[in-house]
């Protein structure tokens, strides 16, 4: 069975960093693409960033240049970078891992980000 545990969330002011990580199991890492999504009150559940076994990211336009998705294949991990926050940022934050053989997700809990001075 796939879990996904989401840390990292917080509390950060406008400018500063977090960084999120998800830890996988009961999966075989390699064949999953990982990403990151948010959901911020009252809003759809949006795409913020995926990443292939191989590297090859993918970032929403409104998080490009701020944000760094990356993999550790051996650990089983995914991490989210983010960088110069801004208060549009603040959502649930959920790590997915969706797979390359069925194309079925699987999601996260969730960990709350909030950009606040």
């Known amino acids: 069975q796939v879990q996904l545990v989401e840390s990292g969330g917080g509390l950060v002011q406008p400018g500063g960093s977090l960084r999120l990580s998800c830890a996988a199991s009961g999966m075989i890492f390699s064949i999953y693409v990982m990403g990151w999504y948010r959901q911020a009150p009252g809003k759809q559940r949006e795409l913020v960033a995926t990443?292939?076994?191989?590297?090859?990211?993918n970032y929403a336009g409104s998080v490009k240049g701020r944000f760094t998705i990356s993999r550790d294949n051996a650990k089983k991990e995914v991490y989210l970078q983010m960088n110069s926050l801004k208060p549009e940022d603040t959502a649930v934050y959920y790590c997915?891992?969706?797979?390359?053989?069925?194309?079925?997700?699987?999601w996260g809990k969730g960990t709350l980000v909030t950009v606040s001075s």
């Open positions: 990443i292939t076994s191989g590297g090859t990211t």
């Open positions: 997915n891992a969706r797979s390359t053989l069925s194309g079925m997700g699987t």
